[in-house]
């Protein structure tokens, strides 16, 4: 079992930074890849980003490649998404999430555990 608890979200403007982290508990965080999904007001959720338990190898949408960093420290079981040059559409409630199975990172249903969400608004 793990809990996931979000932080760092809020209001920014555009062009601006917000580092989010999510916080896991359970003693086998490393054993599990990690992921960042976000839901925009009225649209579905999607990927963000996901990084591997094993070697930290990580893979990003399209949308945030190149703004988007995600990294994991193992010894305190935290999952970051650095977010650089935000825009007005990456508003939105962002969810980490876990998951046991390697592969499909990108999909929803891949994963095992979720977090509650942290809201990020970027004005213009």
């Known amino acids: 079992q793990v809990q996931l608890v979000e932080s760092g979200g809020g209001l920014v403007q555009a062009g601006g930074s917000l580092r989010l982290s999510c916080a896991a508990s359970?003693?086998?965080?490393?054993?599990?890849?990690m992921g960042w999904f976000r839901q925009a007001p009225g649209k579905e959720r999607e990927f963000v980003a996901e990084i591997s338990w094993s070697d930290s190898s990580t893979y990003s949408a399209d949308s945030s490649k190149g703004r988007f960093t995600i990294s994991r420290d193992n010894t305190k079981n935290t999952v970051y998404l650095q977010m650089n040059s935000l825009k007005p559409e990456d508003t939105a409630v962002y969810y980490c999430?876990?998951?046991?199975?390697?592969?499909?990172?990108?999909?929803?249903?891949?994963?095992?555990?979720w977090g509650q969400g942290t809201q990020v608004i970027v004005s213009s």
């Open positions: 359970g003693r086998t965080f490393s054993s599990y890849h």
């Open positions: 999430a876990a998951r046991v199975r390697g592969g499909l990172g990108h999909r929803q249903y891949a994963y095992d555990y």
